[in-house]
């Protein structure tokens, strides 16, 4: 199988790697000139034998609504796009509906893995019909980890299922950072002569909060294990709050989810407006002093 | 009637020019002798006349032990020692016990108010037996508010009622200055051209969210419209983490008080060690750039 | 000054009284014909002199748009429709270039109070020009509170700030309500002899934690001491919801408020499936029973 | 190595064949007699050679505090108690200084796990002197997982360091569980035709939130894909309580645990306390109707 992959970054060009490994030939595109194999879009189509497929994995939002406005330009009827980005999913409604009036297909993937995907292979989440996602499976197995099928891909649903399910994996990951987080801080303020770092390695067997994240957590603080040369500013992608809206909207509960995405909202502050009122109230009505 | 009191800060000394405006008499006693009506406890024992009464109002801890353990040496038995301070609530029932042992009373009272109290009167709180409470009314009566006894006086049950009730009125005084500024810094952010001293000026009448705390709010917004030269550094009196730890205690799901009491914790902190966590693991697996 | 007030409910029919005791002439207007003024849209429209001025106070949504577009219908250019009603902010914009299309003015204003506003005067938050609120001040100053017009009234700026300063408003009092909520539920199971009504009744005069609220939670309690004829089951009327995604879309933290939007939502269901999945690991990891 | 255990139930007995298999000689005490190898404590201390060691495997608490009081009567100078349950930190040094005064060592040990101990091998985290520690090692190394000693083993710090640990392993492990819980309820609410189990499934292989629990939720979903069979109430063991309280103490910002513990606290109630106080309130301003 050969296809089209439109963006270079991080992300796109371990994913040109894993493909071609697996067996699929890929055509890259990218703005950037020295990593790109075609000059444009016109020549990624022309590389490509129909019905072609496209995968998209640039920065979500206007610069993927950009590039499939772009591939949409050069395509045919029955051709398809795959948008591996991290797209809204209610941008895939409205992506399918504008390809769709062209007779070009659509399918939205939710990848899984960051820098470490190359290596371990990416978890994929799909969007699409039936038939499509058939036709793509050599593509999906080549990215996906080694095992069986289904425990590191799924067919998750409709078009925007993919990005959909990838959004709550996001939102999960988040609350999940912060429970190792808030633990490691108490262990580090305690005071009791603790081997901090030597409990998150003894954690990565047999216990109950084994996990991949611990395992990043024991290379962090192998690196540095007081994470003194780490600043605590943590900036959120969009899915964490995207997962947050669907909860309002669905009047689900989303207690510790929100407050892993709340406590990166104030790393990011220099001071606080809402402490600065209460400090404010302290000072009116009990005379506290107040900091400046 | 006349009492001890001992204890003139901020605090002890406009409630003595209250109790005085009320008709009761005090002595009071202070380590500062600049303010202080007497040289010693002997002194204020002496000052007194049987069955004694008296009120103490230092910080708690320590510091209302000590004050305690002297009192109980220069007083008799049918003597009373209230305290007025914001003493954890366990610590009256060992209070009550080793004064009890030489037959002096004991009685714990929360007093709300801050530097307002003078002027408005306090809100009291208060523990102790049935007999105890109406002996002590001429001094109640002094120091709360104008207006019916019951809304800004109650017996609260027995030795320990007064702190617990006032420690849990800390706690919900806590979260009601969190909505504001939850509130406030939304406004704040809204960036719609909105009149946002005006707006919480606005909510003093006919709106469900008045308040007293609205009214201080309002001040400070006068004062200082953007909090400019306030830091968003707020400390804690203890009586919310010991609302918190009842809580736990009980199982009683506390979600705001307990929101409110993190943020204060946060706002203290330089570095979020745990921030620094989830920033060093986000770097772990996505690459994502760090801070230093 | 006469206006048509379109909207005869629990709300609209107390605000009629209110603006006629005020010396504002209300024509008003609802679908039900026993409460209704005119028969129909066109009615309204011929009963007003010009340039006409309608308040609409319909429930937020769907019904609002309606009646917006039916008034549309029978206004003329230099007409202007006000909504009182609780809409979401972005709607306001929707609204007010849909009118302005045809020459029609519009405002929109926030309203607090309850059913307690026929009484007390009814908070009021106004978007719009400057032009405009002055055209409509003796209306706004029937309605509003008695005292100082700034503390119950504000123009809190362009057309969509009276409803997003109620739409905070809210937030904030949903978690003030949490926060009394919170605190009375930890005295109700300290299980120490405390006298929790009395608690309350004495937290209005004095203390820092007084407030309207406060006064109808008194109420409350004296009606049903242990809230025993009452169901823990809590709906929201959306402005919370709202508050909660402008924070999220700004980078607001605010975990108080989203915990009472969270605790509304537990309140509803009948069974947690959040729960049901903890239940189901924790049978999984450590053969705990599962209740079934 | 042979040693004594007390303590005989679901992870005393699985505990008893995995360190049998190690090469470590056991004889079991249990108050059940079907199950027990020696019919009291005398001949247990009798079953074993001098310098006797003997873990204690039983409910925390009063249950712990007896057993040892009764291993004390009949143990020697120089032999040691390992507790093993989940002892809160702050009993150890009571243990600790209540043994030491019999010249009796003490150790905790954190031991994680659950049913899967037997199979998989223990986490375990440990609180002693080195010297212990190195003495009991061949008792560590027949319980700890396969694989290097450091990853499933950690001498966490001195006497209460491996109770400390462990508590905040628990606390981690409740966030976990509450992360994935929410995703869940999320995915299950979405209404947008996804395969939940199967995203859940195919998280397992690639994704950022693969770990053992996921895997175990994996099971669960396998074995009731919607948990109809499962009632949403949650138990809390102690541990993840303690860990809020040492956050308090230690000013340490907990809102993602805490949560989650507030989440069973709240799974526990038939009604909510607060949650009737909240609808009470919107009935007394709103006339909003209140469900009894």
Redesign the interface.
Known sequence: MKIGLVGLG?MGNNMRARLKKGGVDVVGYDTNPDVSDVPDYAALAAALSTPRVVWVMVPAGRITDSVIDQLAEVLEPGDMIVDGGNTKFTDDEVHGKQLDAKGIGFMDVGV??????LE??????VGGSQEQVEHLMPVFDAL????PR?????????V??GH??KM????????????????????????????VP??F??????????????E??V???DA?PQ?A???????DSGEG?W??????????????????????????QE??????????????????A???
């Open positions: 991080k899984s893995g960051g820098v470490w995907g371990n292979g990416y978890g994929l989440m996906r980890p080694e095992g289904e425990e590191g891909f799924v067919h998750a649903g409709p925007g299922a959909y399910t709550v994996h996001n939102g999960i990951e988040y609350a999940i950072m912060q429970a190792y987080a808030e633990g490691y801080e108490l262990l580090a303020a305690s005071d009791r002569g603790i081997d030597g409990t390695k003894a954690w990565q067997r047999g216990t109950v909060v084994r996990s991949w994240l611990l990043l957590m290379k962090a603080l540095d994470f040369d780490i600043d605590g500013y943590v900036d709050r997962t947050l809206e669907e909860a309002i909207d669905h009047a689900v509960p989303m207690p510790a989810i929100s407050a892993s995405i709340f406590a990166r909202f104030v790393s990011r001071q606080s407006p809402a402490m600065k009122a209460v400090a404010a109230l302290r000072n009116q009505f009990g005379g506290h107040v900091k400046a």
